[in-house]
């Protein structure tokens, strides 16, 4: 027959990043063809990044996994034997089932990575097992703005870009977020933000690189690396000296704005100048801007994230906010109204998803990291790993790594492939094989968005979007379905009370009234947005109010006032380390064409950036010899790696910005060239931040030499 009399478009949702864009696919015979922008969706408009068109290529790659493999030969020696689906089950639940048994549940730990659709379901899982030990990228990405949020007023508050108050936002600030160059990020639509931006009266940026909406900001602030905290403060200050707060709103519904201002006294713009960089009339300025125009958003992103004070700057940013009078407005920083009757998933949304209830209160003790860090609610990864290499406080057995590839994207990979080597049994759920994946005894293979159905809502609170499966490669399943199915081998039904997956999905939109397929009709539900519902509620905290102060805070330890802390290292922290390594470097800004470690085997993507990049300053280039397109090592105290140079000069003299999570899947397994670029093996034993345990992975020191090529020496 021809193709052509056989075409058909599905419309669904793409989670090639997390989720925000519904998409059409288009399908010849049973073969997927492209993927477009959908046009008529509420939350992308039609936009689409290059990872989403991708998303055939990812489909069909050849290298995919399709089948479970257990591993035969000796570790990194990429020998495997295709096994059935029963045959993995029975192989996990024996371990499993044996572990408890024989030492106790919290012998096995479980990862995960970014946000995914199915984040959610492996702490539900870990808690149900029994175990206290799980990990992943939580601390330095997205938790500490949640918890900070959480713990001041509410959940994350969401810049109101769509506009369903009849106001959009007057002002804009960005601080430390890229999503327009990136595609998405929190639920935040790049190509909705740029919209907005055009809408917007002023335009602020809080970045140390020029990206995209500099171009038309109104003020552009070039911090230096890791000093966000010193500039929230220096701003709160002058907002509050020259009173331009929002009285009503400070009066009635916050408590603790007396305290603030005797604490940010010495907080001038002055003081913070001499810490950002940014000049104190560019402050003034740029408070004044921010606290006069009306209504304004800060759409905040991982710049602040890892830092040595991620979880006091987020509460900084969100006094900035509240005293501004832009909580819960319409133009301003919302709180989402979720859809009605379903059943939110993420566990932001609804805390109960992730399954606390089922570990029992006594083993929260036994955690591998003795939980050092009051605001963060994973073990600590370098704990984890440590815990490991030195059997301290004891050895895990077993370890379940779902959807992440901590080698390239945690800091001290050297120390995890220590670990990694150490452990008895891994299993490795993912859609390649990885440099991680080369190190599990049993891998199983993903689905990826197109072959499988979904309820989409991953950071959006607001709307879930309906996904399709229309294709299905080889054996795989859908995370979900593999952790429902050992669970309820392992007699954990409670937890998950569903016989599979698609019946989780009723069960999401049960009181919905709607099954799945008539969900997919819809193709979206959303929820009625409603404002000020603080005037309503007051806000979730102890005492109602949004908690400028925090009395909760400083009994556990943590500061009840938002502070600034200098990171380590910094030239100003350790003056000495700087004289041999005179460069900050700050890594992972996200590529455009990639996503953290995933997309260097579809090839579309890969050309589009086709090695590892150093963004630097021309003229500092110059001035150690190395020209654009040159192969460079940069090294810290800990380590080197290799990059090409790009010449960039929106940025400062002596800060350079390298790429995250580099490894060459056209090399030879089992290492596929991982230890050659990946900026993560920059950082070793380092320090963390006190609240969160988050590693300083935007600002560090660096020196930067030529090399002689991708694979000489200099
Ligand atoms: N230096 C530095 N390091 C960073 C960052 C930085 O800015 N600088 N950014 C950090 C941030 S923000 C994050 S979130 C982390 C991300 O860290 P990770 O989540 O570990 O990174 P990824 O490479 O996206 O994901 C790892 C694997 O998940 C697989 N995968 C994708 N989708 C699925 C799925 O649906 N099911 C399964 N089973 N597998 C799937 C992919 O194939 C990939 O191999 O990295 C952090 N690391
Ligand atoms: N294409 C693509 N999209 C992605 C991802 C991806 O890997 N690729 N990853 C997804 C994930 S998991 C996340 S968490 C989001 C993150 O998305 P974003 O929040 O946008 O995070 P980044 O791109 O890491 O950094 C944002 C900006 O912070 C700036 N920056 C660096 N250091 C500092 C600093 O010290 N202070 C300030 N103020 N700014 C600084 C960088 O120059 C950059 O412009 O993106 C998501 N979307
Ligand atoms: S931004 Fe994310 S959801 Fe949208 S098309 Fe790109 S990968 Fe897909
Ligand atoms: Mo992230």
């Not at 009849?166 to 890229?178: D, K, R, T, V």
């Not at 009625?528 to 806000?539: A, I, L, P, V």
């Not at 050309?607 to 192969?631: C, F, M, Y």
């Not at 988050?694 to 090399?707: Q, W």
Request: glycine share 8%; aromatic share 10%; with cysteine.
């Amino acid at each position: 027959m021809n193709p052509a009399n056989n075409k058909k478009v599905v419309r669904s949702a793409c989670v090639n990043c997390h989720g925000v864009c519904q998409v059409l696919v288009h399908l010849e015979g049973d073969r997927v063809v492209k993927v477009t922008g959908d046009k008529d969706s509420l939350t992308s408009r039609g936009y689409l990044c290059p990872k989403g068109a991708a998303a055939p290529e990812l489909l069909y790659h050849p290298d995919r996994l399709q089948y479970p493999l257990r591993r035969t030969g000796k570790r990194g020696e990429n020998k495997w034997s295709r096994i059935s689906w029963a045959e993995a089950y029975e192989e996990i639940i024996d371990k499993l089932d044996h572990i408890r048994k024989e030492h106790g549940t919290e012998y096995f730990g479980m990862m995960q990575g970014t946000g995914r659709p199915y984040t959610g379901f492996v702490s539900r899982f870990i808690n149900a097992y029994g175990s206290p030990n799980m990990t992943g990228v939580g601390h330095v990405c997205y938790a500490p703005r949640v918890l900070a949020s959480f713990r001041t007023f509410g959940p994350l508050p969401i810049c109101d870009i769509y506009g369903s108050g009849g106001e959009y936002p007057a002002c804009i600030m960005i601080w430390g977020c890229n999503v327009t160059h990136s595609g998405a990020s929190d639920g935040m639509c790049g190509g909705m933000l740029q919209r907005a931006l055009k809408k917007a009266k002023k335009v602020i940026v809080v970045d140390p690189r020029r990206i995209g909406p500099v171009k038309t900001a109104d003020h552009w602030l070039q911090i230096r690396p890791g000093t966000d905290g010193a500039l929230a403060l220096a701003m709160i200050h002058v907002i509050v000296t020259e009173d331009l707060i929002d009285h009503a709103f400070v009066d009635h519904y916050t408590l603790g704005y007396r305290e603030l201002v005797d604490h940010v006294k010495d907080f001038s713009p002055e003081w913070a100048e001499s810490i950002t960089r940014i000049s104190a009339q560019s402050i003034r300025e740029t408070a004044r801007t921010y606290a006069t125009t009306s209504p304004a958003c800060i759409q905040w992103g991982n710049g602040i994230d890892m830092s040595m004070c991620n979880f006091q700057t987020a509460r900084s940013l969100l006094i900035l906010r509240a005293i501004t009078g832009n909580i819960d407005r319409p133009g301003g920083d919302v709180n989402w109204v979720h859809p009605k009757g379903v059943r939110m998933k993420t566990p932001f949304a609804n805390p109960e998803f992730a399954g606390n209830r089922f570990l029992p209160r006594e083993k929260h003790a036994l955690a591998v990291d003795g939980r050092k860090y009051p605001m963060l609610p994973i073990v600590h990864p370098p704990a984890f790993w440590r815990s490991i290499v030195t059997g301290e406080p004891y050895r895990m057995r077993a370890f379940w790594i779902m959807g992440s590839n901590p080698l390239l994207t945690m800091s001290n990979g050297l120390e995890i492939e220590k670990a990694l080597k150490k452990l008895e049994y891994i299993i490795v759920s993912d859609f390649f094989l990885t440099p991680t994946a080369q190190f599990a005894d049993l891998v199983l293979p993903a689905a990826m968005w197109l072959e499988t159905n979904d309820v989409v809502n991953i950071h959006k609170q607001w709307c879930v979007l309906a996904q399709k499966k229309v294709a299905q490669i080889g054996e795989t399943k859908d995370t979900r379905e593999t952790m429902i199915q050992v669970a309820r081998r392992l007699g954990l039904e409670e937890a998950f009370p569903w016989e599979n997956y698609q019946e989780f999905l009723g069960w999401m939109l049960e009181e919905t009234g709607l099954d799945f397929d008539s969900f997919c009709e819809k193709g979206i539900l959303t929820g009625n947005m409603e404002y000020y519902k603080y005037k309503k509620n007051g806000f979730a905290t102890g005492s109602g109010k949004f908690e400028i102060y925090s009395e909760r805070l400083r009994a556990k330890g943590v500061s009840p006032l938002p502070v600034f802390r200098e990171p380590i290292p910094s030239p100003v922290s350790t003056p000495e380390v700087a004289k041999e390594y005179p460069l900050i470097i700050t890594t992972g800004t996200k590529i455009r064409y990639l996503f953290h470690s995933e997309g260097r085997q579809i090839e579309s993507l890969r050309k589009r950036n086709p090695d590892p990049l150093v963004e630097i300053h021309p003229e500092t280039a110059q001035s150690l010899g190395v020209t654009d397109g040159d192969w460079v090592w940069i090294e810290t105290k800990e380590a080197r790696v290799r990059m090409r140079a790009k010449y960039f000069d929106g940025i400062a003299r002596d800060v350079v910005s390298a790429q995250h999570a580099w490894w060459f899947p056209e090399e030879d397994p089992p290492e596929y060239g991982w230890k050659r670029s990946s900026a993560n093996l920059l950082f070793s034993e380092m320090e963390y931040d006190p609240d969160s345990g988050s590693e300083s992975l935007k600002c560090a020191l660096c020196k930067i030499y030529p090399a002689k090529n991708e694979s000489g020496e200099p």
